[in-house]
């Protein structure tokens, strides 16, 4: 069965303090990795995927790195508006589209 | 806005009733899928439609389910409805059935509250 942990839980940061949230995945045969952002009471918003180890994507202050076993979003000098639980998901290996998720990392940046 | 569009956004309702949630999916998406949030359970997928038929099923209960009409909309059936069906109930959509060229689009939910 396909599972996807995130870690923490929950981060707090100072505006400006740079830190990482972990996905790790476990996965027979990666089709590849999301990551989208929620914020409270809104649908997720997708962010970036990643289909290779090795690979990264770059937004903005987000950057996400990927290899075989887990997944790193990196922030670089957080602003309060990136604020929002940071969800990844791996797509399941059935005839469809599903997504498996993880449960989320609730970041709080303060300024 | 994301384009997908979900009605009603809130919806209260008592103990073994039954409810309708309603997904227009982006214009040009084939796919629909439902997924369930609460606190305790996280993003759970429920079910996907793709061009009217069902593609693929998650842990959906029985006295859920849903079906996709000819104009793409799809609708969410929700029948004796329980304390714990309480959560925010999102419908995503996208281009194709099966394979990952971008992430699905999410609307912005309808929150479901039984009591």
């Known amino acids: 069965e396909d599972q996807v942990t995130q870690s923490p839980e929950a981060l707090r940061l100072q505006e400006g303090e740079s830190s990482s949230l972990n996905c790790s995945y476990t996965v027979s045969g990666l089709r590849g990795l999301f990551w989208y952002r929620q914020d409270p009471g809104k649908g997720p918003e997708f962010l970036f995927t990643?289909?290779?180890a090795g690979e990264e994507k770059e937004k903005e202050r987000l950057k996400a790195t990927l290899t075989k076993k887990e997944s790193f979003l990196h922030i670089t000098a957080p602003k309060p508006e990136d604020s929002a639980t940071y969800l990844c998901a791996v797509p399941g290996n059935n005839a469809g589209n599903m997504l498996t998720f993880g449960g989320g990392t609730r970041l709080m940046v303060k300024p | 806005d994301s384009g997908v569009t979900q009605t009603p956004k809130h919806l209260i309702t008592a103990t073994g009733q039954r409810v309708t949630l309603r997904c227009s999916p982006r214009s040009g998406d084939l796919s629909v899928y439902w997924y369930q949030q609460s606190l305790d359970q996280g993003l759970q997928f429920l079910i996907q439609y793709y061009n009217g038929e069902e593609r693929a099923k998650g842990n959906i209960l029985e006295r859920f389910s849903a079906q996709q009409f000819p104009d793409l909309h799809s609708e969410l059936n929700l029948s004796s409805l329980e304390l714990g069906d309480s959560a925010l109930y999102f419908c995503a959509s996208s281009v194709f059935s099966y394979g990952f060229q971008g992430g699905y689009t999410f609307g912005s939910g309808t929150r479901l509250t039984v009591v």
């Open positions: 990643l289909y290779s």
